[in-house]
């Protein structure tokens, strides 16, 4: 007899899921959802952004972004049902929450720094700036996800701390054509090239990522750092480190000095070991 209930039970689900577009899923923030649904899902690490369901195929979902760009397969834990209007979220001061803090379809990871009367202050994890958001423009998250945005919080920290220091350039660097240097692309970010063109006080380098060389003021290039370099970090002294791979230097802090090896933190908590001609001392 409880053999028969369970079939019964069984086909009776079968029957009324139908579809396979319209079974529900479960979302991440507790809801369910079907096709045709705007959501909120990962779109890569840190960002979030709204889209509709195309497709549903067990634990996945393909969005539909609102910004056109190709539609992509995302796990359902990635996904979160848009708050409705008048939402007052179960969240507190201190909790990692998705934010949506300006017009558009992204949302920012950010964490709660006051409520008072349904207005919610956030401080978004990439980049540090503070907000004032309705309820409805909050999204609680797993611990999963508020422990991404946590590490991106300390990231966004450390880089802060870090890009104070300045890069110290030779004072007797007389730059010429064809030189390999490190240079400052973007405000903080510093990487290699070899000089393509002097004009009074630009460089023009040819950057070793193969895009179109640009112009760099004199005072933010430097001659790449060689094996024959000297000069070690204190512990705590912030550098930016050659990466293991590209060409876009890297921030980090010394944690160690043994010989000619330096130990050093990057900004996303990995360790990494760098040598004389590998980094350049931030003062």
Do not use: H
């Not at 848009?82 to 017009?103: C, E, H, N, Y």
């Not at 609680?140 to 946590?150: C, G, H, I, L, S």
């Not at 193969?210 to 750092?225: D, Q």
């Not at 802090?253 to 990057?266: A, D, F, P, W």
Request: hydrophobic share 40%; aromatic share 8%; net charge positive.
């Amino acid at each position: 007899m409880k053999k028969n209930l369970v079939l019964i039970a069984l086909c009776f689900l079968l029957s009324a899921c139908g579809a396979g577009s319209l079974i529900p899923a479960g979302l991440a923030g507790g809801s369910k959802t079907k096709v045709g649904d705007t959501v909120v899902a990962k779109w890569s690490t840190g960002s979030y952004y709204e889209g509709k369901v195309e497709k549903i195929d067990g634990g996945k979902m393909t969005i539909a972004w609102e910004d056109k760009s190709q539609a992509t397969v995302i796990d359902s834990a990635d996904i979160y049902a848009i708050p409705t209007t008048g939402t007052l979220p179960d969240v507190k001061q201190g909790d990692m929450v998705l934010a949506k803090t300006a017009s558009g379809a992204y949302w920012n990871g950010a964490e709660v720094t006051g409520i008072d009367a349904g207005v919610y202050k956030v401080r978004v994890v990439t980049g540090s700036t503070s907000v004032n958001v309705a309820g409805e423009k909050i999204i609680k998250v797993p611990a999963t996800a508020a422990a991404d945005f946590k590490q991106a919080a300390g990231s966004t920290d450390f880089l802060t701390e870090a890009k104070k220091g300045k890069v110290t350039i030779p004072a007797d660097y007389k730059p010429k054509k064809g030189d390999s240097v490190l240079a400052e692309w973007s405000i903080g970010s510093w990487w290699s090239g070899k000089i393509d063109n002097i004009s009074g006080s630009n460089i023009y380098v040819a950057w070793n990522d193969n895009s179109k060389p640009s112009a760099v003021n004199i005072s933010k290039v430097m001659p790449l750092p060689t094996s024959a370099d000297k000069s070690m970090p204190t512990e705590k002294q912030f550098l930016i480190v050659k990466p293991d791979s590209g060409s876009s230097w890297l921030y980090g802090q010394t944690t160690s000095v043994n010989g000619n090896r330096v130990e050093v933190k990057l900004a996303n908590n990995q360790t990494k070991t760098v040598t004389a001609g590998e980094f350049v001392l931030l003062n």
